[in-house]
């Protein structure tokens, strides 16, 4: 069972639609990930909040815009997307975003088909 | 450039017979190490770190790992597989210093098959 709750479990969208993929966590963390696994390829970091800042942002296209209301709630707002951006997303929290010795927790993902 | 190699795409083993997913990293600081293991569904679950210390880790469902700081790896062994560790590995290296906000740079990962 993970602390780490993600939904949609799967989402089909056309490039035309909006959506919105939510994360929540129960574990107390103060910061917040997400990330974009595709095939063949090591997780690509994407967003980082820490005590509901955002701390980083890796480049994503503007298609891609995170919301972090609390530091148990991280949502990714989809619009106008492309085929290429069918991955697994994940989200995954910590105890503090500044330490390294506060291991990642991570959501099942929601895996997302652009057609 | 800093960077995680995991050489072993896919790996078949018995069930019952020993493993070892290697990890190699190219890394300028003192490095931090994880390996993850994701069964097909689901998430990213942490099986062990290694941050200073004794350099053979224990960690989760029996793995451990050894890091070698003179062949840069911390390779990842089990000695006798079960059917429902198939699932894919995940090595990840992160600044041990700094605060980066967890910025771990992960391998492409291992898918690893038991057979039978």
């Known amino acids: 069972e993970t602390g780490v709750t993600q939904t949609p479990r799967h989402l089909v969208m056309g490039m035309t639609n909006k959506k919105s993929l939510k994360c929540e966590q129960h574990?107390?963390?103060?910061?917040m990930y997400w990330y974009k696994q595709s095939a063949k390829k090591p997780l690509e970091l994407m967003f980082v909040?820490?005590?509901?800042?955002?701390?980083e942002n890796n480049s994503v296209p503007s298609r891609f815009s995170p919301e972090c209301p609390n530091s148990s709630h991280l949502f990714l707002h989809l619009h106008t997307l492309q085929p290429e951006d069918s991955a697994l997303y994940l989200c995954?929290?910590?105890?503090?975003?500044?330490?390294?010795?506060?291991?990642?927790?991570f959501g099942n993902g929601t895996r997302l088909t652009v057609t | 450039a800093q960077s995680v190699t995991q050489p072993d795409i896919h790996i078949t083993v018995s069930e019952g017979a020993s493993l070892e997913l290697r990890c190699n990293y190219s890394?300028?600081?003192?490095?931090?190490l994880f390996w993850y293991v994701q069964s097909p569904g689901q998430g990213l679950q942490l099986l062990l770190k290694?941050?200073?210390?004794?350099?053979l880790v224990q960690g989760i469902k029996g793995f451990e790992a050894e890091f070698k700081r003179s062949q840069s790896s911390f390779n990842l062994r089990k000695p006798s597989v079960h059917w429902s560790d198939a699932a894919e590995y995940f090595c990840?290296?992160?600044?041990?210093?700094?605060?980066?906000?967890?910025?771990?740079?992960f391998g492409t990962g291992t898918l690893l098959a038991v057979q039978p």
């Open positions: 995954a929290s910590s105890q503090d975003g500044d330490r390294n010795n506060s291991p990642l927790h």
């Open positions: 909040y820490n005590f509901k800042e955002q701390t």
């Open positions: 574990l107390g963390h103060n910061a």
């Open positions: 990840a290296v992160g600044p041990l210093y700094g605060g980066a906000t967890n910025k771990l740079i």
């Open positions: 290694y941050f200073s210390g004794d350099t």
């Open positions: 890394y300028g600081a003192t490095p931090y």
